[in-house]
Structure formats: C-alpha cells, structure tokens
C-alpha cells in the first residue's frame, strides 16, 4: 500500500476579514446539513450516543441544537475551504 502524506494548501498566511463571519456560520451549518442529509440517506437515525451497529447518533439535529464543540468543527472546515480560496488568489465578494 503505498503512503498517503496529505499536502493541503498552506493558509497559514491567511487573514479572514471579520465580514466573513456570517458567511463562515452560513458555510457551516450547510457542511453540518450535507453530512446529516447523507448520514440520513444511508440509514442513519438520531441516538443519544453514537451506535455504529444500529446506525444511531446524537448530531443528526439542526445545527443550532448542536453542542459548541461539533459547531466547531464545522466551523473549521469552512475556514479552510474559505482560506483556502483567497490562498489560492480568489477573493470573497458579497
């Protein structure tokens, strides 16, 4: 099997403007809403802990009724993707 080293773009340089705020919450209740919308596709119901077996788990909710810590992870899977897109020369107009 060969290695798998992943190289994301460096955004290290990266400085969101606070105007991206909005967007950046936007982004991740959508991230939130795309993964449950397939977590729900392939059988997956909501259970008050993670059960693999029975295809059960406590985050298929509304993004606002998700603790603070899953938010964030949302949250910082759309930094990246927006860092990502004024690294890569792009600028983020409304």
Avoid at 68 to 82: H, P
């Amino acid at each position: 099997m060969k290695t798998y080293t992943p190289d994301p773009i460096d955004t290290s340089h990266i400085k969101l403007p606070a105007e991206t705020l909005d967007l950046l919450e936007q982004l991740a209740a959508n991230n939130h809403d795309v993964w449950a919308r397939q977590r729900i596709q392939d059988g997956w119901t909501y259970g008050p802990k993670r059960d693999d077996d029975k295809k059960e788990n406590p985050c298929l909710v509304s993004y606002s009724d998700l603790p603070e810590s899953e938010k964030e992870y949302d949250r910082n899977t759309a930094i990246e993707v927006l860092k990502a897109i004024v690294a890569l020369g792009y600028r983020i107009e409304k």
